[in-house]
Each structure stands twice: as structure tokens, then as C-alpha cells.
């Protein structure tokens, strides 16, 4: 497993170099019809990094990050309300969230199904859910998700077609914008 409880320091310093311009403009294009006070569910959050990326987008939104590595999210911005637990089994109550994100933590899911339950469980009606992660059908995807089972990680990379259709057999509409070996998911119920 990938000691996530003490490399904070490392993604709090390095962890936004993984995220490219395209991304976050998928991210702010995603965010731009929330209105004030939504509130936002980063799950995986780390250190934050996405939640840091779309306070940039939108400072008016409620932030909350979730991750079972309390090494990490202790370098969370003061705006972002942390709580520790695994996506499999969210700490919090039903229809909680107008959004969900997950920032290059998907794959690290020991469930993946469990997981999306959970979201389908903690968003509210009409919810939104962001996803940014790595394609394992490219050559650099493959890279990563050989280096992660390497390290004992679950390494559930997705091709994005097929997680389109895994996402739409959870009710949800799904947009896949592809970035070279990167790609993101905006979806909605
Ligand atoms: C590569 S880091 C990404 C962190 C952050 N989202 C970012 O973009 O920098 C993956 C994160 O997923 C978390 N993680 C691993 N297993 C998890 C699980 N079952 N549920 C929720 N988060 C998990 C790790 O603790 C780690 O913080």
C-alpha cells in the first residue's frame, strides 16, 4: 500500500503539478452553475489539491474532503472541513451533497461499487459528481497502473468509455473529456 499517511508534506508541495490547465478548466466549466453555499464533497481529498483548485473557481461553495489518511488531510486549506473515512463507507448522512469530486484517488478504491453506492447515497436529488483520473488504455496509464500494483494498490484505472458506462448503469449522464493519458468525468443524476 502506498503510505498516504506520511507523504502530506509531498502532495501538499508537488501534488498540484499532476493537475494540467485542461483539467481545471473542465473543473471550473463543471462548477460554474453552482450557486452560493452548494456544498462539495471531495472524496480521496488528500491534501486538498482539487478542493484547492476549484475554491479557485468558485470561493462561494461549502468544501468538504474525506480520506482515510489523516497524514494528509492535516495540510488541508482552513476553508476545507476534513473528516476522516474511505469512500466504502461515508461518514456522513443521506442526500448531504449538491456535489462530489474525486481527484486521481478513484483507483485507489478497494471497491469501487461500494464507492459509487456511497455517492449515489450521499448526493442530493439532481447531484453532480467530478471525476479526474489516469486512462489506462494509454502507454503513460499503463506506466502508473503497473508502478501502483508494484505498491500493493488496488490500481482500478478505467479506459474513460468504460466508465462512462459503468457511471450510466448508476443513473447518472455522463460527459468524458480526454487529455492525452488524463481525462475527466463531469456527471450528473
Ligand atoms: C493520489 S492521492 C490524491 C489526493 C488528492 N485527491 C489529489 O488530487 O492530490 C489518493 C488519495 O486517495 C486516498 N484513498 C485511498 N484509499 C481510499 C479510500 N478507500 N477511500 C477514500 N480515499 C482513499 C489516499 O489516502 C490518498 O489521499
Redesign the pocket.
Same mark, same amino acid.
Given at each position: 500500500m $502506498?503510505p498516504?499517511?506520511n507523504?502530506g508534506f509531498v502532495?501538499k508541495h508537488f %501534488?498540484?503539478i499532476?493537475?494540467s490547465k485542461p483539467i481545471l478548466e473542465d473543473l471550473c466549466l463543471f462548477l460554474q452553475d453552482f450557486s452560493d453555499k452548494e456544498s462539495v464533497l471531495?472524496?480521496?481529498?488528500?491534501?486538498?489539491?482539487?478542493s484547492e483548485f476549484a475554491y479557485r473557481c468558485n470561493d462561494r461553495l461549502k468544501f468538504v474532503a474525506?480520506?482515510?489518511?489523516e497524514g $494528509?488531510?492535516k495540510y488541508a486549506p482552513p476553508y476545507l472541513e476534513t473528516h476522516i %473515512?474511505?469512500?466504502?463507507a461515508l461518514p456522513f448522512e443521506d442526500s448531504s451533497f449538491d456535489a462530489v469530486?474525486?481527484?486521481?484517488?478513484l483507483h485507489?478504491?478497494?471497491?469501487i461499487d461500494a464507492?459509487l453506492n456511497e455517492v449515489l447515497r450521499v448526493l442530493k436529488e439532481g447531484g453532480k459528481l467530478f471525476i479526474?483520473d489516469f486512462d489506462r488504455g494509454t502507454f503513460l496509464g499503463k506506466c502508473v497502473c503497473f508502478m501502483e500494483r508494484v505498491f500493493g494498490e488496488p490500481a482500478n484505472f478505467y479506459e474513460p468509455a468504460v466508465l462512462k458506462e459503468e457511471l450510466e448503469s448508476y443513473g447518472f449522464s455522463v460527459t468524458v473529456m480526454k487529455h492525452g493519458w488524463r481525462y475527466t468525468v463531469s456527471a450528473s443524476l
Open positions: $502506498m498516504f499517511n507523504l502532495f %501534488g498540484s499532476i493537475y471531495d472524496i480521496g481529498a488528500g491534501t486538498g489539491v482539487m474525506v480520506d482515510p489518511a $494528509m488531510l %473515512g474511505a469512500a466504502e469530486f474525486m481527484g486521481e484517488s485507489h478504491f478497494d471497491d464507492a479526474y
